[in-house]
């Protein structure tokens, strides 16, 4: 079963670096004890990008545990540069569940609120930039390690060890990892074709897929 193991909010600051200023809200706290969860975002979280976040359908950023250790594999960090929970700037780290595991719409009852998956998480530069990491956005796209996004269904009350409670999936069986690979690796026409025909697999997801591939069927 999925369960919350760290939620995180945060607000949009200045970071100056050795390339310069640049504003955003990855740098999320840690919060403990329960929390309120709006129709947008977790109480006393925001973006600093409103053009690319803040919809809707990215109410709550996820990311899967388990995918720090293959990073910090991966680069071979240790010590002080061990990555962990939040180091991405999601909202919800999460244990028992992933990519693969997850689907386009699920519905999940999370503490006293409902939830719905709206797609894979698209990784942006400002996760390379926190993290220092050289290569990083291309490495989370290859490894299709991207995270998802939730819409809110129904506001309410989470907090850490809340487990998720599977409501309602759709027949139609999108992965998140099925749409990862028709964006980055490319999947054969069939296949993309059933995403793209999918209600399950939300709007702009469909869109960013016809812009890569050039092909794919309106639902």
């Known amino acids: 079963m999925i369960c ?12 100056t670096d050795e390339n310069g200023t640049w504003l ?3 740098y999320r706290t840690r919060v403990e004890g329960p929390i309120e969860l709006r129709e947008r975002s977790l109480a006393g979280d ?37 990555l962990g929970p ?5 909202n919800w780290a999460i244990s028992g569940g992933d990519e693969e595991t997850v689907f386009c719409g699920d519905v999940y009852r999370v503490g006293t609120a409902i939830v719905q998956v709206s ?11 926190k993290l220092g990491l050289k290569g990083f956005l291309k490495q989370t796209t290859d ?39 028709a964006a980055y690796r490319g999947v054969e026409p069939d296949v993309l074709d059933r995403v793209m025909k999918a209600e399950s697999v939300v709007p702009g997801w469909k869109d960013i897929l016809r812009a890569r591939t050039g092909r794919g069927s309106e639902p």
């Not at 797609?119 to 930039?129: V, Y």
Request: proline share 6%; aromatic share 8%; charged share 25%.
């Open 4 to 15: 919350i193991e760290a939620i995180f909010v945060g607000e949009p600051k200045s970071i």
């Open 24 to 26: 955003s809200a990855i």
């Open 46 to 82: 925001q973006v600093a990008d409103t053009k690319n976040h803040g919809r809707p359908g990215q109410a709550v950023c996820v990311h899967p545990i388990k995918h720090y250790d293959f990073w910090n594999a991966e680069y071979d960090l240790s010590g002080a540069r061990l």
């Open 86 to 90: 939040g180091s991405v700037g999601e």
């Open 119 to 129: 797609g894979p998480r698209m990784p942006c530069w400002k996760q390379e930039r």
């Open 143 to 181: 490894s299709m390690r991207t995270g998802f996004y939730l819409k809110v269904v129904k506001p309410g009350i989470v907090d850490t060890g809340d487990n998720w409670e599977l409501e309602d999936r759709s027949n139609e069986a999108i992965s998140l990892s099925l749409v990862n690979q």
